[in-house]
């Protein structure tokens, strides 16, 4: 059962690079997200998608891409990367309201970002 | 716009002792309810889910949460706490379904004196 996988675990980058934090699943989810996690903010959300060719912003878009292929994989993409953007990052996936399945999201052990 | 407050950015417990977290929320309609723990370095649990139904839920490692709605609150609950529930503890809120963007609280971190 891997779940959620998300690489890579541990990232630094300096300022004005680029990367793409990469995020799969195996459950058959539809839905699944992207949230980053601050000291004494809790987990924000970046973008979400509800199905392969949809996606849609979240709380904190600014500075992210996302793109939605294929249900197992959905990327997040940082285009310049800002001290700023230094956080711990987390992917998350569940079912749609189109599966009809109510269940929570299952989240990935996350990814390290340090923006330098 | 959905939101979450936990008032008690930290809490200390002796080990033995009871506890409760506290969670309130804002949304229109019923909401989903939510409590995930994090221990350090590593990713979210889920505790315990509110969708529907009986207002007391049962979760995972001895947690329990209560739905109230004139309160706006889902307050988490264990009788007696173990040293191995430090940990950061955080409430959430979706709308309708699990998918319908997710709001997560900013968190409560419980130290555990043994």
């Known amino acids: 059962n891997a779940g959620v996988t998300q690489t890579p675990k541990f990232q630094v980058l300096k300022t004005g690079q680029s990367m793409t934090l990469q995020c799969a699943q195996d459950?058959?989810?539809?839905?699944m997200s992207w949230y980053r996690q601050d000291p004494g903010m809790g987990l924000r959300l970046i973008h979400y998608?509800?199905?392969?060719?949809?996606?849609d912003q979240g709380e904190v878009p600014n500075g992210y891409n996302v793109s939605r292929s294929t249900t197992e994989d959905f990327p997040l993409r940082l285009l310049s990367a800002a001290p700023s953007q230094t956080s711990v990052y987390f992917c998350?996936?569940?079912?749609?309201?189109?599966?009809?399945?109510?269940?929570?999201?299952?989240f990935g052990q996350g990814t390290r970002l340090t923006v330098v | 716009a959905q939101s979450v407050t936990q008032p008690d950015i930290h809490i200390t417990v002796s080990e033995g002792a009871s506890l409760e977290l506290r969670c309130n929320y804002s949304?229109?309609?019923?909401?989903?309810l939510f409590w995930y723990v994090q221990s350090p370095g590593q990713g979210l649990q889920l505790l315990l889910k509110?969708?529907?139904?009986?207002?007391l839920v049962q979760g995972i490692k001895g947690f329990e949460a209560e739905f109230k709605r004139s309160q706006s609150s889902f307050n988490l609950r264990k009788p007696s706490v173990h040293w191995s529930d430090a940990a950061e503890y955080f409430c959430?809120?979706?709308?309708?379904?699990?998918?319908?963007?997710?709001?997560f609280g900013p968190g409560t971190s419980l130290s555990v004196i043994p």
């Open positions: 998350a996936s569940s079912y749609s309201r189109r599966q009809g399945k109510n269940t929570e999201a299952f």
């Open positions: 459950m058959n989810h539809e839905y």
């Open positions: 998608s509800v199905g392969a060719g949809i996606t």
């Open positions: 949304y229109g309609a019923t909401p989903y």
């Open positions: 509110y969708f529907s139904g009986d207002t």
């Open positions: 959430a809120v979706g709308r309708g379904t699990s998918y319908d963007k997710v709001i």
